[in-house]
């Protein structure tokens, strides 16, 4: 097996974003991450998409009795300054799941903190992204490779 060369980097999409920020923000060793269509702040995704909430009370564990930890705890924007990688952020305007608000909120908070960022903001596409899936992995592939 060849020895661990430093070459790694992570890739999450939307409720994977949670998982991808999650694991930057203890300690993952990646030199660049990118996110797509992701959830930044769980509390405002929830109040967004209210039937959302049965999916978290199905996958959090003590989500009932520990809410207000569940979401400090997978919401990024609670702590950006924990997050030490560039970040790439893809995210399209008319994102009817998670609401466009959530990458700008996050962009305005890593530019606030001076951390290395950039937003590709996505015109005439849905949440998943298929409409401009070519775009969305040539900008993940230049944004790896410059890192």
């Given at each position: 097996?060849?020895?661990y ?8 999409h ?5 998982d991808?920020?999650e694991a930057l923000r203890?300690?993952?060793p990646?030199?660049?991450?990118a996110i ?22 199905d ?5 009932t009795t520990k ?14 300054d ?5 970040l790439l952020i ?7 799941r998670v609401?466009f608000k ?6 305005a908070?890593?530019?606030?903190l001076?951390?290395?960022?950039r937003?590709v903001?996505i015109?005439?596409?849905a949440?998943?992204?298929?409409l ?10 230049r944004?790896?490779s410059a890192?």
């Open positions: 097996m060849p020895a060369d430093g070459r790694a980097y992570l890739y999450g939307a409720r994977g974003g949670i991808a920020y203890d300690g993952l990646v030199r660049a991450a797509t269509s992701g959830i930044a702040d769980l509390g405002n995704a929830l109040r967004a998409r209210p039937e959302m909430e049965e999916v978290a009370r996958l959090i564990p003590d989500w809410q207000g930890v569940a979401l400090a705890k997978r919401s990024a924007l609670r702590w950006v924990q997050l030490k990688v560039p893809v995210h399209a305007h008319q994102d009817a609401p959530q990458a700008e909120a996050m962009v908070t890593l530019a606030r001076g951390k290395e960022h937003l903001a015109d005439r596409d949440h998943p992204l298929y401009h899936r070519a775009l969305v992995v040539d900008e993940i592939v944004w790896f890192h």
